[in-house]
């Protein structure tokens, strides 16, 4: 039997989505709905009992049985009636009078009713943790944004603000809500309760309270906060910049809210700070967003593809795509490759001359000294050509001069146009091109 | 004193004018130069284009002849940045040729185009493996630049070409052909910016589909070579809307992935175009001749190495256009049914080759002769089916034949009798044509005096006799090709030499030749610039000796198994000229004879070795020789025992 794979979870989650919009539309409490809310939770009830009932059953059957698994199914009966404790909240929040009037702040309540049934879920077993229930409802602030944070705490990436639905919103059909400068430029979000600890993940945070005792060790205490908590009912939320004058402000004429925190800490750094993280290798980009930074190290020193009018491309045809738009606009080559002048000396005229004058060194001495040249250069005074040869000691030759002659250094090795011949030779007709070269 | 002086008359335009009509031969030009003083200065003054032999003079050439515009370097294999930069600052220089020449870099032509950017408009660099994209931008200064030969500069990438693209906007020829370096970005930026191109050959770049449409949206293109474009196929062809309308030649061989398709949609509407060549491509369908048939001025039709069908071919004879040139050469399933309703449309055809397509018989013929009776050239080379009586029967309805080639057929001395009454013939090909004696050759000989170019390869049959009939008879002959037609002798050689205008002679395997024989032509024949005396085993030093002396424009020349020895290389390497040697078991030769002719040699660009010789050159000398241009192929062939023709072609049949 496999708990994990119910369906439970999603088909609760989109129905108390609905419930949920169904609950802000109407400014009295409906009946109706509550009705039904009631009987799902009952019905939710009914199910994890028969759950609870058949794990019972399992223990008798089976008397070896491994720890590991039963951990499993109490993290998964407990997960399940956290998700019942919200669901029950939440029905009855939906009937506090506070929570329509002013939206900004009916956000508050809520979140804190949801923090409290996470921890409700760890006080079924680790009673301490009430504490933190307290401490989160007095750092009313902070918790706020722990909370929030959490939900988007694995988003490494800076999230495009374009992205947003805002514009689509209508300007009443969300709440907006503001946080202070200080909130967002906060280092740090989620604090150990027993040390005061800051870190910036809830995670970390777990990681660090597995010090503080073997109660934080258990699976369930290291688990990643159900992902249950989601299912809260929705209301669309967006955000304001503290910044007073910005069109991120609400009291901007033409507002456009920001869609998440993250959108909120990346917009307030990039537009209302300092740019305070500088690339270290052109010593010239600034970046107030550390991610930012990451991004442009990633490509900077790369835009190789220039052109004539002094602009850069990282991509060539970006670059010969902006050349065919532009009239007088030419590619630049890279400066080193055109660098150099012609020798002095000309080494054309020294290889002639050394090779003009190079002596053969016969070794008998009758025919030693005889300078090529001049023996070629007879063969026009004699009648018979042939005759003049004849006393030539070939054999005697010994042409060990050599070293000393000048060789022009090609440009291009052996290697890279064997490496063409063969390219080539895969062509088609490779032949053909063979000769060619 | 008082002299009548007749040519100081004669204004210097006229001289000019007379001058301009010896120009197309170099001796002629000396000749008159070295009449007078006033004659050697008006030549000087004349001379527009210069082809030197080495680059050590060119200071002394540039002084001489101040007005010349034109520099081929194509016998230098050595050409430094050095003589660029002289004669850069000495000459207007309007085109260059350095597609031979190595050692030169960027640096030089960028002295040569700076100094000269506002004349130069031609600049063949070629084969410029060692060039790269500095190059390619220091050519784009060169504003007036129309015609641009690139062919093989493997290292020029889209960057050079780009900024040859936007300096160079004047460009009417463009050629690329196997610069592998090259993609779509720059030959689509060759495209847009050069709009004033007409030819263009983009031949073995691994240009994809992307580049197509701006190619084919050039307003003046007239001929385009696709050729081994192997990224192009039908889907990018079909992207394009119209083709180029001025296209009169579309070269789209080696292209496998190019059907009917995409020829018919390159080819829509492209009224003008005159010659399509698609060889090795897809095989020919009738569809494909059907896209053909829509092109009103279409007359050339290049298929080689295509997969034909007789239905195929059959649709090409029922087009109502008259093709002028057809070539279906190596083609696969050309069959006399399918050929014979072909050429039976065809009446105005004057070219036409069916090499290797050996299934075709006396048929075909018939239905050729009888219907295109004004061909000019026919190829038929390996037609071994087509019986004797078939070429009595061209000769008869055939008049203006110029060239023929029959090699490796059945023609007899009857049908060169035939054929040798129309007096055009210029090009006569038999070679492997076992059947052929003296009395065919004597008929060619009496009746063909504008004979030009005459292969009589293994020709055992033919013997002094016949070619003393042919040098008596064509005394224009340039091109003899006498390879293993064993029983020539010195009398042949003797005889040739009265034609003074050879320039390529082969006799490899004639044993029966000797030094005296190869005098005579070496004193006769003064033009000769290819000598292939392979195996000709009695020809010695004496015949080399006088060869030096006389022959001073020879290029290359083959002289394995010879009997030469040292004395006779050194004395051949004394031709200032002298390009490519081939030298194989050479016996008389030793490595130091070796050494020192080819440090004495300068022009040389290819020496072929046996490679035994390897091991006794040092290689600070082997690189020192190669430093000045020239390149050693090393050959480790097995001494080889002569075959008498019959017997090798026995072989031949058998190996296929």
């Known amino acids: 039997m496999d708990f994990e794979d119910t369906p439970l979870g999603h088909q609760k989650c989109d129905k108390e989505m609905d419930e949920d919009a169904a609950a802000r539309k109407l400014p009295d409490w409906d009946p109706q709905a509550m009705l039904w809310n009631l009987s799902f939770l009952e019905h939710k009830i009914h199910q994890l009992r028969s759950m609870v009932h058949l794990i019972v059953q399992q223990q008798d059957c089976v008397s070896h049985r491994s720890n590991g698994l039963l951990a499993q199914q109490q993290q998964l009966v407990s997960a399940d009636l956290t998700s019942i404790i919200v669901q029950l909240i939440s029905t009855a929040g939906s009937l506090l009078p506070s929570s329509k009037t002013s939206p900004s702040t009916a956000n508050v309540p809520r979140s804190v009713h949801v923090s409290e049934a996470v921890e409700q879920n760890n006080v079924i077993e680790h009673l301490e943790i009430g504490q933190a229930v307290n401490y989160v409802l007095e750092q009313n602030d902070i918790g706020k944004s722990n909370l929030t944070a959490a939900a988007v705490e694995e988003h490494e990436f800076k999230e495009e603000e374009d992205v947003e639905e805002g514009h689509d919103l209508h300007p009443g059909s969300y709440e907006v809500l503001q946080l202070e400068k200080e909130e967002i430029l906060a280092q740090h979000t989620h604090f150990c309760l027993i040390c005061a600890k800051g870190f910036k993940r809830d995670a970390n945070l777990r990681m660090h309270m597995r010090g503080h005792g073997n109660q934080y060790k258990t699976p369930a205490a290291l688990a990643k906060p159900a992902k249950d908590l989601s299912t809260e009912p929705v209301v669309l939320r967006r955000y304001s910049c503290p910044f007073v004058g910005c069109k991120r402000n609400k009291e901007h004429k033409k507002f456009l809210p920001l869609k998440t925190i993250l959108c909120v800490k990346n917009h307030y750094k990039r537009t209302h700070c300092e740019k305070s993280y500088i690339c270290s290798r052109c010593n010239n980009k600034r970046f107030s967003v550390s991610a930012d930074l990451k991004t442009h190290e990633k490509h900077c020193g790369r835009d190789n593809w220039l052109c004539s009018c002094g602009s850069t491309f990282s991509r060539k045809d970006k670059l010969f795509g902006h050349v065919a738009l532009f009239q007088g606009h030419t590619p630049v080559l890279p400066s080193d490759e055109t660098k150099g002048s012609v020798s002095d000396g000309g080494e054309s005229h020294e290889l002639t001359t050394r090779a003009g004058s190079t002596r053969f060194n016969f070794s008998s001495g009758a025919s030693s000294g005889i300078d090529i040249q001049n023996v070629l250069g007879s063969r026009n005074g004699e009648d018979d050509p042939s005759s003049s040869y004849s006393q030539m000691d070939f054999e005697a030759c010994n042409f060990y001069g050599f070293p000393e002659l000048p060789r022009i250094p090609s440009e291009v090795s052996e290697g890279s146009l064997s490496f063409l011949l063969s390219e080539s030779s895969s062509v088609r007709n490779g032949g053909s091109l063979d000769d060619a070269l | ?656």
């Open chain 2, 1 to 656: 004193m008082g002299r009548f002086k007749p040519f100081e008359f004669l204004s210097d335009e006229i001289i000019f004018t007379i001058l301009d009509s010896l120009s197309s031969s170099p001796l002629d030009l000396k000749s008159f130069s070295l009449v007078c003083k006033s004659f050697h200065s008006l030549e000087s003054k004349h001379r527009k284009t210069l082809k030197p032999y080495s680059t050590e003079l060119v200071n002394k050439i540039l002084n001489r002849y101040p007005f010349v515009s034109s520099l081929d370097f194509s016998l230098c294999p050595r050409v430094a940045d050095k003589t660029l930069c002289l004669i850069s600052s000495s000459i207007g220089l309007k085109s260059i040729n350095l597609s031979r020449s190595k050692f030169f870099t960027h640096l030089g032509v960028s002295s040569l185009v700076s100094n000269n950017c506002l004349t130069l408009t031609e600049i063949d660099l070629s084969n410029g493996i060692s060039l790269n994209d500095s190059t390619a931008s220091v050519i784009s200064e060169a504003k007036n630049l129309e015609k641009l030969w690139l062919s093989r500069c493997v290292f020029i990438s889209d960057m050079g070409i780009g900024c040859i693209a936007v300096g160079c906007k004047k460009l009417k020829l463009l050629d690329l052909k196997g610069c592998f370096s090259l993609s779509d970005l720059g030959v689509g930026l060759v495209a847009v910016k050069c709009k004033q191109l007409q030819i263009l050959d983009l031949s073995y770049i691994p240009i994809t589909n992307k580049c197509l449409p701006e190619i084919f949206q050039l307003p003046y293109l007239k001929s385009l070579a696709l050729v081994g474009c192997c990224f192009i196929d039908d889907e990018g062809l079909a992207n394009i809307r119209q083709g180029s309308l001025s296209l009169e030649t579309l070269n789209m061989s080696y292209c496998p992935n190019v059907s009917h398709v995409g020829l018919s949609a390159v080819t829509n509407g492209v009224v003008s175009l005159r010659q399509l060549i698609i060889a090795y491509g897809s095989p020919v369908t009738v569809s494909l001749t059907d896209c053909m048939q829509r092109l009103p001025m279409l007359q050339s039709v290049k298929l080689d190495g295509c997969q034909l069908t007789s239905s195929a071919l059959k649709a090409i004879g029922d087009w109502c256009i008259s093709l002028r040139d057809l070539s279906l050469s190596k083609c696969v399933g050309v069959m006399d049914d399918g050929l014979s309703l072909l050429v039976a449309k065809h009446k105005q055809l004057k070219k036409l080759d069916i090499s290797c397509c050996r299934e075709i018989t006396r048929l075909s013929m018939d239905s050729i002769t009888n219907s295109c009776t004004s061909l000019t050239s026919l190829r038929m080379e390996s037609c071994s089916l087509v019986s004797r009586e078939a070429f009595i029967s061209i000769g008869k309805k055939c008049h203006f034949l110029e060239e023929l080639d029959f090699t490796d057929t059945e023609v007899d001395d009857e049908g060169l009798k035939s054929i040798s009454r129309g007096s055009r013939l210029s090009v006569l090909r038999i070679g492997i044509c076992l059947n052929i004696t003296d009395e065919g050759l004597i008929h060619v000989g009496t009746h063909c005096p504008k004979l030009i170019e005459l292969d009589l390869y293994r020709s055992p049959s033919i013997t002094d006799l016949g070619i003393a009939a042919i040098a008596s008879g064509c005394p224009n002959l340039e091109i003899i090709n006498l390879a293993y037609s064993t029983d020539i002798t010195d009398n042949s050689l003797l005889s040739l030499s009265k034609c003074t205008k050879i320039n390529t002679l082969e006799m490899r395997g004639c044993p029966n030749i000797s030094s005296t024989g190869f005098s005579a032509i070496a004193q006769g024949c003064k033009r000769l610039t290819k000598l292939d005396i392979k195996s000709c085993f009695n020809i010695n030093d004496s015949g080399m000796a006088l060869l030096a002396h006389f022959s001073q424009s020879l290029k290359q020349i083959n002289l394995s198994y010879c009997s030469v020895t040292d004395v006779g290389l050194l004395a051949l390497a004394s031709i200032s000229c002298l390009q490519v040697v081939t030298i194989l078991h050479v016996d008389g030769l030793t490595a130091n004879g070796l050494i020192a002719a080819l440090v004495s040699c300068r022009g040389l660009r290819k020496v072929k070795l046996h490679t035994s010789f390897k091991s006794s050159l040092s290689q600070p000398f082997i690189e020192h020789i190669e430093s000045r241009g020239c390149s050693f192929q090393w050959r480790d062939k097995p001494f080889q025992a002569a075959v008498d023709a019959r017997s090798w072609k026995q072989q031949l049949e058998a190996t296929l």
